[in-house]
């Protein structure tokens, strides 16, 4: 049997995550978080006492590393390390930088390229990444670039803090966005960029169910689904 796999792209903010999950349970397929395994590596070196900002900390740790993926029965993804569940303790803000800082170094990427295309091997997916369309899936059934403009994806996740009672500062939430648009675009190893034949989708101007919908037809139309 073949599978198929939509890659999902685009810089932090986008929607992508939210998109994704929605459009792998309306098409029952499997929703894959890779950003969820960056940050678990992150925690881990983090844990060890390792400096994430340093490569020889975070590559030395990487062959007693155990990770692995799970799905609830709710369908949702859990990161397991060193066999614990550490899906909520990744979401920290801390364990953001770890995943940016560890994620710009090739030995990472290299050792969790298979784990990666091993779930699409095995199964239908949605992965929602950086690099999935030009790197971890280049033969992809259909590729999405998924964009919002710096302004509107600052006031979304300034809005998403408030309402976690976090108080921050707007000016502060839009330059820390455009800092990480930039460390993410211009580092050596697989930096974000739009595959060739992805196909850009622009949610600025929509709400989630139009986001949803623009999907939606993207895929019947490219999955014949
Ligand atoms: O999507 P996220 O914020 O959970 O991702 C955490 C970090 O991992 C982010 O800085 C970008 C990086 N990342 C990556 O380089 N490649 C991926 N496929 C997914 C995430």
């Given at each position: ?39 678990t590596?992150?925690l881990y ?22 990770l ?11 990161m397991f390390l060193q066999?614990e569940?550490v ?139």
């Open positions: 049997m073949t599978y198929r796999s939509i890659a999902m792209d685009g810089p932090s903010g986008a929607g992508k995550s939210t998109l994704a999950r929605a459009l792998a349970a309306r098409l029952g397929f499997l929703y894959v978080d890779t950003g969820a395994i960056y940050r590596v992150g070196t983090a844990r060890q006492g390792g400096d994430c900002g340093r490569k020889e900390d975070v590559v030395s740790r990487l062959p007693e590393l155990r692995s993926l799970a799905y609830g029965e709710d369908g949702l993804q859990h066999g569940d899906t909520e303790a990744i979401r920290d803000n801390a364990v953001s930088r770890y995943a940016s800082q560890v994620s710009a170094y090739p030995e990472v990427r290299a050792f969790l390229l298979e784990m990666q295309r091993e779930l699409a091997r095995t199964h239908n997916v949605i992965m929602d990444g950086r690099d999935i369309g030009t790197v971890v899936l280049p033969q992809a059934d259909l590729k999405v670039f998924l964009t919002a403009s710096v302004e509107e994806r600052a006031r979304r996740r300034w809005a998403e803090l408030a309402a976690r009672g976090q108080e921050v500062d707007l000016d502060t939430v839009r330059e820390e966005i455009a800092r990480r648009d930039y460390d993410d675009t211009h580092r050596a190893a697989a930096p974000l960029r739009k595959a060739a034949d992805a196909v850009e989708v622009d949610t600025s101007h929509l709400n989630f169910q139009e986001s949803l919908d623009a999907l939606l037809a993207l895929v019947k139309e490219r999955l014949s689904l």
